[in-house]
């Protein structure tokens, strides 16, 4: 399976990552709809790691699809939203919290690679993402 590997100790916690995937795939510099997150742990030392779906072989987030829209294609698991419900049930199945609702949209927000090319991972300054 493809997947964006992170390496949280280079992460500065810029969010340009977070940037990048929301203006590829919603056209808006709005972080919250992005579908990778910068988590940041304080107080010492400050540990920033970047939440994204680790695109699972076997993923509880398309077992818990009540309407089988979480799909695998090319290695990819994706949410189809012409049979996504909204049930958001996947939201709460994956067990690394790597899909994200935001209220403008109407389907849960999940990596899909970008269809190959991560743009989060083209963008980060600090090598932390990888393919």
Avoid: W
């Avoid at 076997?58 to 829209?69: T, V």
């Avoid at 939201?91 to 743009?119: E, M, N, Q, W």
């Amino acid at each position: 399976m493809k997947r964006i590997s992170v390496t949280p100790e280079k992460c500065s916690g810029c969010r340009i990552c977070e940037l990048a995937c929301a203006q590829y795939h919603f056209g808006v510099n709005n972080p919250k709809k992005a579908a990778i997150r910068i988590f940041t742990l304080y107080p010492n030392p400050v540990i920033r790691t970047p939440i994204v779906c680790r695109q699972c072989e076997d993923p509880e987030c398309q077992k818990s699809c009540p309407s089988d829209a979480i799909q695998i294609a090319d290695d990819i698991v994706k949410i189809d939203p012409e049979l996504c419900t909204g049930c958001l049930a996947c939201v709460d199945a994956c067990p690394y919290g790597a899909i994200f609702v935001h209220p403008d949209v109407d389907t849960p927000i999940k990596c899909d690679l970008c269809s190959g090319s991560p743009r989060c991972v083209e963008a980060c300054p600090k090598t932390a993402l990888m393919v």
